[in-house]
């Protein structure tokens, strides 16, 4: 989301591109509605083999979807120590890879004071409400301006958590914080937290050898990459970064070219694949965006999720994103670093601001918008008729 929190096969089937197949034998798609009523959801996730749907509201709780009914009672309730001017709130979730043996899952808010926090809970006797008591604060990002968090928490294939951090703020990034590796700000961490307090930094981080260079950096040059999120199948990194005043970027980070070790996306120097302060600028160095889009067509692109269920057939492999003020969903299939077809879904449509994608435990995808209605991507039926629109990139 841009101002409120944020905010091959370039959108296409993966028939068509990988196996020459029709594309007329892809789905067309639908938004079925699974809850509304919901205050600002911001993401959504599941824990491993669970058939609950868990919604973040950017006000400070996590509510459960159970058997397609939103419960009353949240799972857990963190209002009273947050802060929620401008973009500020309860911003990410995650849960442990080993959750259903230690209980344990992350969370990520601005405090009173403006810091970026990471915490960790554990789940209590019931399961459906988490133990409070149990908060332990992981990592502290002194944050300039509340706005351009990210906070975005996801674990990795290889069991590190990895955790977006934005620029800080400032218009511009004048502190040219997305390019200073001696700070947080910019950057994508990798960490770990097996204990019960801090976390630890991986053997395999780029900087742990480097003076002056914080060694929690896995990647940098972000100015807020509001959501990004792993292909289950093939371990490949995908980031929406949000731009400032001209264009939105999607970056990808092949797992084969080790997931984004050590990438610099670069902002503030450049914005999607144009110069951020003029025509020209040295962009040596830089991993540049598979694709971006001006502020003709949305303002604040909201990452989304490769696709890897099995109820919408053809469509494997292709990653699913979205606009917070266009509401629309598109969607990509990234081959060998570059967008080959392009496929717009005006059946997915929804005429309110995305605030972020979701993928349940069978890798189905869902649509969050700041409404409060969480939606699942479904095939149509003849009852609900959806179209698309598909070319190939040049």
Known sequence: MRRLVLAGCL????VACSSGGDPSSVPDLALQQVATGLDFPLFL????????LFVVERYGRIRIIRDGQLLAEPFLDVSSLISTAGEQGLMGFA???AYAANGRFLVSYSEADGDLVVASYRASADADVADASSAVVRL???HPEPTHYSGMLAFGPD???Y??????GAPGDFAATGQDRSDLLGSILRIDVPGDVGYDIPAGNPYVDSAGIRHEIWSYGVRNPWRFSFDRATGDL???DVGEDQREELDVAAAANDGGRGMNFGWSVAEGLTCARGDECDRDGFTDPVLDYTHDDGCSITGGYAYRGRALAGLEGNYFYGDFCGGWVRSVRVVNGRVTQETRWPSLDTGANITSFGEDADGELYVLTADGTVSRI????SEAPASRTSRSAP
């Open 159 to 161: 069991g590190h958590l």
């Open 140 to 142: 502290r990002v002194p």
């Open 45 to 52: 996730t599941t824990p491993p083999r669970d058939d609950r």
């Open 238 to 240: 995908y980031i929406g």
């Open 11 to 14: 959108l296409v089937s993966a």
């Open 378 to 381: 479904v095939a149509a039926t």
């Open 163 to 168: 955790v977006g951090v934005g620029d800080g």
């Open 95 to 97: 849960f442990d890879p």
